[in-house]
């Protein structure tokens, strides 16, 4: 039994984030369709929490800052109780921004769920205001007496007249027909229920300049980027609604390719702020990095050097802070502000921690069953009561964390510590005594791929996959239903995270977290991602790589436009590596001499490793 001992740098679970350095790499230049795509691909996989969750991700998001325990209303701007949900006029609902009768898609995850559409409100007033496209005027409402409306049209106070514009944007953008789910569009013009657009764009696109962006705006933006894994772009930058849809301008002077060295700077660091500033009217003759460690107060002042790129660094601080940073670049005639970025110094943490797969011990019963330890990986699953982590790749090499009080997002890297004991059969960990954040947005691990009768101990809580496998029973009781391949069957379990409907006799690939409950195994599925027809899995777009097209013939493609590739490494399902070249002049690989199933890619890139996943048809 393997102990590994660590002394690390390690995040606390903080309730304030905000994008991650360079998160908007790529989307300079681009304008229309060009930009909402690369926006798209960058907010698409979110991770879907039910709508009755929503309630508590809007207790954090529209929280009343001066009011512990209330959120903020819409419409009225009152503040009241955010436990106080019900169906009498005042009582507190959920107000689809984005009309879900615009489309029909109703409260489900992804759409119907998705908190960035979500804002808390009055019953009565939400209402009165029911699925009306928003412009301006009408009569005051009663009792939202700063909002106005008439038979075709809703006009919110004007304090939130941009936020309800950056939704429609956000939704618009989120949502493109991909994976199955709707493609949203604003349109210019009212009326347009019961169709999936919304209106009126020209009066949205005035009331996002009319109305800046403020700090409650920008804070519910990290709360639910904490819960969901994505942002609302068009918050981080209002000008990208302009670009896309209103004949935008380019800025005169470009930020591209922020980077910070080194990527989770501790208390001890002063890190490095790089960036390439250029201007289309002359060279840049001053670039100055504005740092803080509150969104009202980022006030110290540091000049970049360079020519081309510009670097600064920011002061070394206090454990688990969280440090905001922009830019703001001038040509002597011009001036621009960046887009603002942000990181958490880590509160230091030194211990031992025991490798999961020692947990796991290779054997049906762990043997540090009773024992209090911590162990390493990352988030591959997130439900209400728990969480998987997994550290590597394949057998022995996934947990369940039962903890309903920490909230890690998929794709964290963190620490437990807490009980570890079989429960009726299913390894895991409880009673958690503490929680630490090591990354964020990590590259899964890669997806280990079995039959569907080869769900066995060794694969307990590991992120599995099976490919191609007949839908035997679409009702197996307790939200689940099975699939069979040639080896046998599995259960595929619906949750609160994602449910789907199956059609008997349909072929399907399924991923996810393998679960042990009740005696049985079942793949627990997270997002709409995680059941493809047939043999299909979605275009992969892992933190800028994208995988196509999938499945694939002859030839397939890597793009990315953040990342320089090195090395590209292809692995059958037994991780045998395959004598396989990369063309890097085309980005190509031809896989023609490759046997029908699923294989998995490691690229080594200027900046990091990826993974991802092709089906050979």
């Known amino acids: ?29 681009l304008t229309q369709d060009d930009l909402k795509a690369v926006l798209h691909q960058i907010v698409r996989n979110h991770v879907p929490h039910s709508y009755d969750m929503a309630k508590e991700i809007l207790k954090e998001s529209d929280a009343d800052p001066t009011t512990p325990g209330n959120v903020i209303m819409v ?6 109780d955010g436990d106080s949900y019900g169906t009498a006029g005042n009582d507190l609902q959920r107000e689809h921004v984005w009309a879900k009768s615009h489309g029909d898609f109703g409260e489900d995850p992804p759409t119907g769920s998705d908190a960035h559409n979500l804002k808390p409100a009055d019953a009565s007033v939400n209402a009165s205001r029911s699925n009306l496209d928003f412009d301006w005027g009408g009569t005051p409402h009663s009792e939202a007496t700063d909002c106005s409306y008439d038979s075709d049209s809703w006009e919110p106070r004007d304090e939130v007249k941009g936020d309800v514009a950056r939704i429609i944007f956000y939704m618009a953008t989120r949502y493109e027909g991909t994976s199955g789910e709707l493609d949203l569009e604003p349109a210019d013009y009212v009326n347009t229920y019961p169709y999936s657009i919304h209106g009126k764009l020209s009066t949205l696109l005035e009331w996002n300049n009319l109305d800046p962006v403020d700090e409650f705006e920008m804070n519910r933006n990290n709360m639910i980027e904490k819960w969901q894994k994505n942002r609302n772009p068009f918050i981080d930058n209002p000008h990208f609604a302009n670009l896309i849809w209103n004949d935008g301008t380019l800025p005169v002077i470009t930020f591209s390719n922020f980077n910070i060295s080194p990527a989770f700077p501790i208390y001890t ?19 100055i990095l504005y740092w803080g460690t509150t969104l009202g107060n980022i006030n110290n002042a540091v000049n970049m050097s360079g020519t081309g790129t510009f670097t600064a660094n920011i002061l070394a601080q206090a454990q688990n802070t969280r440090v905001f940073y922009k830019i703001v670049a001038s040509d002597g005639t011009n001036s621009q502000t960046s887009i603002m970025y942000s990181y958490l110094v880590p509160e230091y943490f030194s211990g031992s921690v025991t490798s999961i797969r020692a947990i796991q011990g290779e054997t049906t019963s762990s043997p540090y069953a009773d024992q209090n330890v911590s162990t390493t990986g990352v988030v591959t699953g997130v ?4 969480y998987f982590i997994q550290d590597g790749y394949g057998p022995w090499s996934g947990l369940y964390i039962y903890d309903s009080y ?19 059969g299913m390894t895991e960990m409880k009673n958690i005594s503490a929680s630490y954040l090591c990354g964020e947005n990590m590259n899964l691990p890669p997806l280990t791929v079995i039959q569907a009768g080869e769900a066995a101990e060794q694969y307990e809580s590991v992120l599995v996959g ?14 689940m ?20 409907t199956p059609t008997i006799g349909q072929q399907y690939t399924v991923t996810g977290p393998l679960n042990y ?15 493809q027809l047939g043999l299909g899995i979605e275009e992969s777009a892992n933190n800028g790589l994208i995988v196509y097209p999938n499945p694939a013939n002859d030839l397939l493609f890597l793009d990315s436009n953040e990342i320089i590739f090195i090395k590209v490494e292809i692995f059958d399902i037994n991780g045998k590596k395959l004598s396989l070249d990369f063309n890097k002049e085309t980005k190509s690989i031809n896989i023609e001499s490759l046997k029908p199933g699923l294989y998995n890619i490691k690229l080594e890139s200027d900046k990091s490793i990826y993974y991802s996943k092709f089906v050979k048809q």
Request: glycine share 10%; aromatic share 12%.
């Open 75 to 80: 419409y009225t701007g009152r503040s009241q």
């Open 269 to 287: 660091d002063n890190p490095t702020i790089s960036v390439n500033i250029s201007s289309s009217a002359g060279a840049i003759s001053s670039a």
């Open 481 to 500: 239903w099975t699939i069979n391949d040639a080896s046998g069957s599995v259960f595929v379990h619906n949750n609160t995270s994602y449910s789907y």
């Open 466 to 479: 099976v490919v191609g496998a007949n839908c035997t029973d679409a009702d197996a009781g307790y939200g």
């Open 1 to 29: 039994m393997k102990i590994l001992t660590l002394l690390l740098a390690l995040f606390l679970f903080s309730g304030i984030s905000a994008q991650r350095t360079g998160l908007y790499n790529g989307t300079e230049n």
């Open 383 to 386: 439900f209400p009561t728990g």
């Open 517 to 531: 409950t009740f005696g049985e195994f079942k793949i627990e599925l997270r997002t709409s991602a995680d059941v």
């Open 406 to 424: 920490n909230t890690p997002m998929l794709g964290d890297s963190i620490v437990v510590s807490g009980l570890i004991t079989e429960y009726f």
